[in-house]
């Protein structure tokens, strides 16, 4: 059994939808288990005890929202060397910008996570091609746990 955690901020609802349909990709695939949780929720434990994670922010002043490196912040120096290769997902939302990805992507180099396909990119509330590419994002993160 693989175990995805998908950590993510969201104040108007799309990242929330975002992670939700992250989470329903991985979900498809056989022997995974997921759990969602907002950044500031999320523990050092969640991290420890995951196969792989998915992180997903709104893009707010083409930055990360402070929700999602709340979790980076408090995360980072307790799994450092233990996290090293875990595979990692990456979405952001925004309206018009996306520059956002830029941070959180180097944040994920910091761990030294293995970011498993492209960052998927959502203009507003997922729907239709862009809930697509999220439910297949979820999805090669639960393959990328098993292999």
Same mark, same amino acid.
């Not at 980076?72 to 307790?78: A, C, G, H, L, V």
């Not at 799994?79 to 925004?94: L, N, R, W, Y």
């Not at 959180?104 to 729907?127: D, T, Y």
């Given at each position: ?14 990242? &929330?939808?975002? %992670?939700?349909? !992250?989470?329903? @990709? ?7 288990? *997921?759990?969602?949780?907002? +950044? ?45 290769? &875990?595979?990692? %997902?990456?979405? !952001?939302?925004? @309206? ?7 941070? *959180?992507?180097?944040?994920? +180099? ?38």
């Amino acid at each position: 059994m693989s175990r995805i955690l998908v950590v993510y901020h969201s104040q108007s609802g799309n990242t &929330k939808a975002a %992670a939700e349909a !992250v989470a329903r @990709g991985a979900s498809a695939v056989e022997g995974t288990e *997921v759990e969602i949780k907002g +950044g500031l929720e999320a523990a050092t434990e969640d991290l420890l005890n995951c196969d792989g994670i998915a992180v997903g922010t709104p893009d707010y002043f083409s930055y990360m929202a402070g929700g999602l490196k709340d979790f980076f912040d408090r995360t980072y120096y307790p799994t450092q060397g233990q996290v090293t290769d &875990k595979p990692c %997902a990456i979405f !952001v939302t925004h @309206g018009g910008g996306g520059k956002a990805v830029e941070s *959180v992507k180097s944040i994920c +180099g910091s761990f030294k996570f293995r970011i498993v396909g492209e960052p998927v990119l959502v203009k507003n509330r997922p729907e239709g091609e862009a809930e697509n590419q999220l439910l297949e994002l979820g999805k090669a993160l639960a393959k990328a746990c098993t292999e």
